[in-house]
Each structure stands twice: as structure tokens, then as C-alpha cells.
């Protein structure tokens, strides 16, 4: 089992401060809102007979230390073990467990918005205020990747199966990149794939993972190589794509003519022959009211 980092005393230290002055779990605080999101994303809240229970973090043994932080953050009694086991990618996998049991705290998250049980169609965004950022990072740690691609282009992506959280980041980054996502399950295993790339990866990245910001060491240092990435010159642009809207969809079908709708909607006349093509033939749907 790796060993505590050297300065884990002085931070237990400030936790101990930073709890008795904001209250456990309140997610305006950075380090609770990135927690809770990531205990959405890779916690398991579980209930036993009466009031008995606990919450279980089992991730690869080399993070560790984001077990040790979520211990110092939470003034209640909690453990973190180590296991091996065979899965489906290793022969030997060695992972660290934290386990909290208090009643109390496991009340307090499942009020935020963590379910006992399967939750991961269930997840979504606390209600009220919360650090934004913060949370999105924790998803993203315990759930995403942030890299390079095959192709060397940098990269941030999300896999969830909560449709809340998948609308809340396109949300999100897409005020912060201006890079616009539709989120679609895929076909084989129902789950979304939210994938931003370049530029928009570099903004993200940098935005998610500031200086001195809670995560877990090694997606912290993705990020921050992200920024090495520049455009090659004779790289094309492509701006993301304008997709069309039901009030859009209405005005063409109305028109019926692609010059026309070109003019009123500020789109090239191939633009409108192609969506007003597709409309007719059912490669799209028609808006509600068609």
C-alpha cells in the first residue's frame, strides 16, 4: 500500500478547521463539491438491517491519496484497505478500499443525491448551490479520461450513464469552450460518450484543473500537459456544426424552398436542401407539430 504524502498531517490539520467552519459535505467548499462528485461517479452507498450500512470507494491502489483526502475531509470514523484480485484486464489488481459506516454522514450524502444501491442511470447535479467546477472534476476523475489521443490531440471525455450529468457537462463546457455536444446513448451498451477534443479539450482542461485544486495527481498533470498541444498550421479549423432546431425545421417545411429558407434562417442554400431532404425522406424527424 503506498505511503501517506509528507505534508498529510499539516492538511488533516486545515481539514479539521475547514470543517468545523463550513459543516461536512456543504458543497460551496471546492473540496466537498469535487468529493460529492466523485462519490457520485465511483461510490457505492449500501444499506444493511436497521440503521446499518456503509459507503464503499474502491479504486486503483495508485490513487490512494484522494482516499486519504475524503478521510480528512470527513469528521467521522472511516478505513481504507487494500485487496488484489483478477479482472478482466489484469491477472493481479491491486486497489484501496475506503469504507465509512457513520450513519449520519451516509444520511447526509443520501440527501445530496447519492442513492443506496444501483444509481448510476440515477445520479444527477446536487440542487442548490454548489461549486460547479469542482463537481465536474470529481466526475470526471472517477469517470472520465483527460490525455492525448492515438493521433496525439488532446482530449477530455466523460462516460456516464446518467442522462442529468451527461445534459449538465455539455451544459457546462459548452459556456466555457463554446464547443456544443448532443447527447446520444450508444447502441450496444445504452451509455454516453461525451468526447471534446484540441482547443476545446485544452480550455476544459484548464479550466477543471486549476492551480492547487483537489483531484487525483495523475489526470492533474494530464491536464495540465494538455496545454503543450498547439494547432499545426496547415491544420483546418472546423468550427462545431449548427444544428438545427424544431422552430428551423418548422420555417423550412413551411417554405419549401431552400433558397428561401436560406435567406430567412442565415444558412447556405446546401445546408437547407440537405436538412429539407432529409426531413421528406424520415432520415430526420419532423418537428412535434409537423
Known sequence: MAE????????AADDTSRIATTGFMNLEDPDYA???GFLQAD???AKGPGQKGRLTVEISARDIEILHAFQCLTPYNSSITGRTRSTNFAASHQSAIWSLYALEARTKLNELGLPYGRKSTEIRPPRGEFSRRDYLRGVIDADGSVGFTGQGFPFVSLTTASTAVATYLCFYA???TGAARTIKR????????ILYTKEAAQALAAHLYYPGCLSLDRKRTAAVSLGTWSR?????FAPDRRRWTESEDRLLLALNND???AKELGRTEKS?????WRLRTGKSPLPADA
Open 34 to 36: 469535487y468529493m460529492f
Open 4 to 11: 501517506r504524502e509528507p505534508n498529510a498531517r499539516l492538511r
Open 43 to 45: 461510490g457505492h452507498l
Open 174 to 176: 459548452r459556456q466555457v
Open 186 to 193: 450508444n447502441l450496444r451498451d445504452g451509455i454516453y460518450n
Open 232 to 236: 499545426p498550421i496547415d491544420m483546418r
Open 259 to 261: 433558397a428561401a429558407a
Open 272 to 276: 437547407c436542401y440537405i436538412r429539407l
